[in-house]
């Protein structure tokens, strides 16, 4: 600690207090604090290293002497404090994917003895690991954080454990379990599935993806909209009958009555003339990459799962962008040199991730539409006569909201060992405000009426005000008329968080120099919403944006104006460029495995389009 003098304008004060300094201060405040919002501030000035002790490995130097050899030449990443034993550690093996350590343990060198005692385990791990590998999983390191782990592959991993169990006359109930896989890994996941379906199980899957869905023994479509437009049963039978019920949607996608098709001309995207360009990526199994990325198109990054395609984009482009252009002080991934930073004014990640933690946000507030709605009502005639203003209308600041609940229209109960149970606030039954503000109407309507409209509701009761009117629309351009106004962010998927982001860019005043970039926002996106979001993205580059997507969908793929192919597997078998170019070019290259997908898709007749 340092010692301080208090001094004021007329000299010392005579006091002395001890500053414990900035680190120490900061530590303090992270590990006393009860905020999130303050640990999340003070994670900004923290990082991750590897124990200097065990060099990241959590265990003593004397397990890590215990080796066992196999005559597979796996490549580990050896344990610095043991490197010169010969054979592998359990930390050697833990580093390895499911597919190394599959044909580690296959090729095992063990004496008679050994093999006696270790063949039942050896078994039992083969076929763990086999399973892991069918369902697409081969790439995954054994040692991976699950906080690292996508929805898809999470949920794989559960899968592959069920598989391993055999257990008969089970009912198996998946959500979109094929997120974030390769169409050639589909055919893995398709299978594995079928194995369950075959020794006597019930799989029950929810999907959008083609080759899934035609798959199935029998089909349930539910529709024909979204919200207040679907909620019954459009068509169901066995696969192929149920390709006749021409009323739903689904089939109509199905069947090529409705398709998304390539375009006509694409975009003269060149990036010799004007690209973002990346020398020398060496980030996780990266092999020191080269990438240029051309601007002013749509941009599709492509490769099997685990090809480097996220390290390439989320760990390295996006960070070292943000480093340069607003001076964030995220790492980024381990690289040379990057240049043609002068073509773009801004760069926008739009993910995934939440729009807000608590139901205070929703997606009225995020895209800033509500402020105008509070602007209308604060013009009203009574309004005016109570002098009310636009915070009147805001439930998040005292005077109009209702105190009882403080606007957020539920109340938290604390459970001890349980989640936060939510209840419906007794004194304002959900609508956020207290009796007083809830008597301003305009056309009929109150501000909590306002906030339980749907977005297609709401885009006609604003028909004559501009500003509510572009924003509430372009919500509705991106497929998410059925949401309410004031619907809480808890309450959104990950899709619908993202699609809200887009609206919000959309909705903006046109740029044409922005860096947009995505990660597989086809994630739970019905054939139709698929198609919505095209326009939308389209619609970004013609501006001339640049719109940088990860995707495994072969109709996003199709539509791009160039493509930069990684690959060729995934793991340690990738992490290189296979093919850059447009469309027709990638399905042409004999080494890429999205070029076989995307040729029949390229071929694809105008005839009967949507």
Known sequence: AIEVALTERLGDLGKRVHFEGVIPNLQRRFETTESDFVKHRMAQYMSEQACKTCRGSRLKP????????????????????????????????????????????????????????????VKEVNGRLGFLNDVGLGYLSLDRKTGSLSGGEAQRIRLATQVGSRLVGVCYVLDEPTIGLHQRDNTRLIRTLLKLRDIGNTVIMVEHDEDCIRAADHLIDIGPGAGKHGGHLVAHGPMPDVLRQHQSITIKYLTGEYAILPPPTRRPVDPNKACIELKGCTENNLKDVNVRFPLGGLICITGVS??????????????????????????????????????????????????????????????????????????????????????????NVKGGRCEACQGQGQKVIEMHFLPDVYVTCEVCHGKRYNAETLEIKYRGKSIADVLAMTVEEALAFFENFPAIHRMLGALNDVGLSYITLGQPSTQLSGGEAQRVKLATELGKSPTDHTFYVLDEPTTGLHFAD???????????????????????????????????????????????????????????????HTAEHLRPKLLQTPAGAA
């Open 62 to 121: 004397e397990a890590l002497c215990v080796r066992i050899h196999s005559t597979h030449p796996a490549e580990t990443r050896p344990t610095p404090i043991t490197a010169e034993l010969p054979g592998h550690s359990i930390n050697d093996v833990a580093s390895m994917t499911v597919e190394q350590a599959k044909a580690f343990f296959e090729s095992l060198t063990l004496t008679e003895e050994g093999k006696l005692i270790a063949e039942p385990v």
């Open 306 to 395: 685990g090809s480097g395609k996220s390290t390439l984009v989320n760990q390295t482009l996006l960070p070292a962008l943000k480093r340069k252009i607003y001076g964030s002080k995220v790492r980024a991934g381990a690289h040379k040199s990057i240049s043609g930073l002068n073509k773009i004014d801004k760069v926008i990640e739009i993910d995934q991730s939440p729009i807000g933690r608590t139901p205070r946000s929703n997606p009225a507030t995020y895209t800033g539409v509500f402020d105008e709605i509070r602007k209308v009502f604060s013009k009203t005639k009574e309004a005016k006569i109570r002098g009310y203003e636009n915070g009147r209308f805001s439930f």
């Open 530 to 592: 698929i198609h919505n979001l095209l326009n939308v993205l389209n619609r970004l580059a013609d501006k001339g944006n640049t719109v940088l997507v990860i995707e495994h969908n072969l109709d996003v793929i199709k539509c791009a104006d160039w493509i930069i192919d990684m690959g060729p597997e995934g793991g340690s078998g990738g992490g290189t460029v296979v093919a850059v170019g447009p469309p027709e070019r990638i399905a042409d290259h004999p080494q890429s």
